[in-house]
């Protein structure tokens, strides 16, 4: 074992302790009490009117959500009452502000299957619907996905089976194809005149930006090549379009470190002659490898004819601007700190966006302008803010807003105002915001001294000398980074509350940022030998073990760990590398052999055709680690997982019974990766919680 020579005592423990925790004696709540709000997510604003429209889960229950100028008081528009597993995304406003279109259902996994957790007789279906902002019954427009409006409101234009379809909006008749292509279409952008519209068009090792031309049924591919370009972006005049190549990656595989590569460019061409010239390259080095941001595209062309666009130059993920023409890229952002929700402002002069700016582990929403200047912050304090939009008229900016006690939810900031709740009551009678403890920042070293941010959750109810059970959490992606309040992924918002939940029931919870996660930089993302490549993570993996161990207040033999899919990874890593130091684990989702779960992202992956990387794969996978594995573990997986194979919790349990390991399962048939049914997390976190009973407060 890596850790059996080494003692508490050999680590200098450098701890920085940057929040007080709230010691005031909580109350006790139920896991049904921390998760019963409603989270918000996809909030957009209409192009006219000043309407902005989000959707809320309430306990499984999908709704959109309006709020309307200038009153902005929130109702609920569509009238879904069942936990049935339906996801609603992309909504869109038409342009006169109207209508709502959105999509309701996933999608489909590779047999073509959309998802159906509830395990109903008929299939489900994923349609794209359209409902009046002034209220009444949404009605259905067809079968398909990523809609795009016309400028005049009169047609949409979606995807179905990888074909571009369209419909009046108005109409009662079924759908057509617009135009038939080689691969997958996506990236559906209208014209501003309505005249034509751009598309990528995917066709596996490499991919084409095209322009279809209503009037004259004409498709025009811009320099075609063996590249791959996408993410097209029209001049405000129409007459111009921008794009992004990103030179192909000759075979690399996911889950390894990539610091460098081919430099990506940025180029313009005139849709009239179809002649594209690049405007920008990428130096070598940092930032020759893209990194995208959150947002509905990664190029955005303002008012003064330039492009704004993320480049990670220096090591962080920072906003730049060019002009169209083309010359030097002027950096918006500068510091040491990352950029992620970003938008245009509605006349084009003002990038809106979030980072962790100043507050290394919360989001706030910051605006700077496309020409240049000193970023202003629109929020600050000790919450998290995030995916902020403008009204259409540039006066008030919506946002979604937590804290440490207060779970996600609508706000709106008007001029120079401070923000307030979209809706009346922004979380449910009786959520236990009063019995949740503040988590503290705490910075320790990996066991090989790389230092590591994480989150460390107190029980109330501490008393000195009083030694509890200790729990690690692990967080998936790996590109994820957990923050000191209420997450703005539902998945991982879901993830606080449970940590929130165990702190509540005596445990000592550290939640670990570990290195190839986001938010400190290229370096700590791309970290040497993570991942498929060597597993470097494991480092943090022990570090906060011998960091909990070594505390006075935790009893070092009653340490547990768990996480979901990548983190379900580390949690499988830790008890088969480390059984002496992890008494037990929930292990949900987890990925236990690279080489299958590469093949899943990659279908032509041959593992016996790149042996060395197979053989590295392998060994830094659980898999290879169970002949040390003797903690009990909790395996959590649904069935129609679309990110990691159900097929990795078969093997791995045909793997324990064979040596004789202890483990419980909970499988939950129809189930995706990210569970779609309220009450299936409720059965997860009510399974974790008592398996952590039983094998820490039971030792």
Excluded at 127 to 148: D, F
């Amino acid at each position: 074992m890596l850790y059996a020579s080494r003692v508490v005592a050999a680590f200098t423990l450098v701890v920085q302790v940057l929040s007080s925790t709230n010691l005031q004696a909580q109350e006790p709540f139920t896991i049904e009490q921390i998760l019963s709000n409603a989270f918000p997510s996809g909030l957009v604003a209409a192009p006219s009117g000043g309407s902005l429209a989000w959707v809320q889960n309430e306990e499984g229950r999908r709704n959109i959500w309006v709020a309307e100028a200038p009153a902005y008081e929130g109702r609920q528009l569509t009238a879904y009452a069942d936990d049935d597993g339906q996801e609603l995304t992309n909504l869109s406003f038409t342009p006169d502000g109207k209508h709502i279109v959105f999509v309701r259902g996933g999608a489909p996994n590779r047999q073509g299957e959309i998802p159906n957790p509830r395990s109903e007789p008929d299939a489900a279906e994923r349609a794209l619907w359209k409902i009046a902002v002034a209220g009444g019954e949404p009605q259905q427009i067809a079968e398909g996905n990523s809609p795009a409006v016309a400028p005049d409101g009169a047609s949409i234009v979606f995807l179905r089976g990888g074909q571009v379809w369209s419909k009046a909006l108005e109409s009662e008749g079924d759908a057509s194809q617009l135009f038939s292509i080689r691969g997958v279409a996506g990236s559906l952008r209208w014209s501003p005149d309505g005249s034509k519209l751009a598309f990528v068009s995917g066709r596996g090792d490499h991919s084409f930006v095209g322009v279809y031309d209503i009037g004259k049924e004409l498709i025009t591919y811009f320099d075609p090549s063996v590249d791959n370009d996408g993410e097209p972006v029209w001049a405000p005049d129409g007459r111009r379009l921008a794009f992004v190549r990103i030179p192909g990656d000759g075979g690399l595989l996911p889950f390894m470190p990539r610091r460098s590569g081919d430099p990506w460019s940025i180029l313009v061409a005139s849709v009239e002659t179809g002649e594209a010239n690049v405007i920008w390259t990428a130096e070598d080095g940092p930032g020759s490898v893209p990194r995208e941001i959150v947002a509905e595209n990664q190029l955005f062309w303002s008012a003064d004819d330039r492009l704004v666009f993320s480049w990670e130059k220096d090591g962080w993920t920072h906003l730049y601007s060019l002009n169209a023409n083309g010359g030097a890229a002027v950096l918006l952002t500068p510091g040491d700190f990352e950029v992620e929700h970003v938008t245009l402002s509605p006349d084009g002069r003002e990038v809106l966006y979030s980072s962790n700016q100043d507050d290394i582990d919360r989001r706030h929403v910051w605006r700077v302008p496309v020409s240049g200047g000193t970023p202003r912050a629109v929020t600050s304090g000790d919450g998290n803010e995030w995916a902020p939009v403008f009204t259409s008229d540039g006066n008030a900016i919506g946002l979604l807003v937590s804290d440490a006690r207060h779970p996600a939810h609508a706000e709106i900031v008007i001029g120079s105002d401070r923000s307030r709740a979209l809706t009346a009551q922004p979380f449910p009678e009786g959520y236990p915001s009063r019995e949740l403890v503040q988590p503290q920042q705490v910075v320790f070293p990996g066991a090989d001294g790389m230092l590591i941010h994480g989150q460390l959750f107190l029980p109330s109810n501490m008393r000195d000398g009083t030694r509890h059970p200790a729990v690690l959490f692990f967080h998936g992606g790996s590109r994820r980074q957990m923050l000191l309040g209420f997450h703005y992924s539902s998945y991982y918002h879901n993830a606080y509350s449970l940590n929130q939940y165990l702190a509540s029931q005596g445990y000592v919870v550290l939640s670990v940022n570990y290195r190839s996660g986001i938010g400190y930089g290229m370096e700590f993302r791309e970290a040497l030998d993570y991942g498929a490549r060597g597993a470097s993570e494991f480092n943090d993996v022990l570090g906060a073990g011998l960091y909990l161990r070594g505390r006075p207040d935790v009893d070092p033999n009653r340490i547990g760990l768990w996480g979901g899919s990548y983190g379900g990874y580390l949690t499988a890593l830790g008890l088969a590398r480390a059984s002496d130091l992890f008494a037990a684990g929930v292990d949900l989702h987890g990925v236990h052999d690279w080489n299958v779960v590469i093949r899943n992202f990659v279908p032509n992956y041959d593992a016996t055709a790149r042996e060395e990387v197979a053989r590295l794969a392998f060994q830094s996978s659980p898999m290879a680690y169970l002949d040390g594995w003797r903690s009990p573990v909790l395996l959590i997986h649904g069935d129609d997982d679309r990110n990691v194979p159900f097929s990795e919790t078969v093997d791995i349990v045909g793997s324990l019974r064979k040596r004789g390991v202890h483990f419980e399962q909970l499988i939950l048939p129809d189930e995706v990766h990210g569970f779609l049914l309220h009450r299936n997390w409720l059965a997860a976190y009510r399974a974790t919680a008592d398996f952590f009973d039983r094998y820490l407060k039971g030792r």
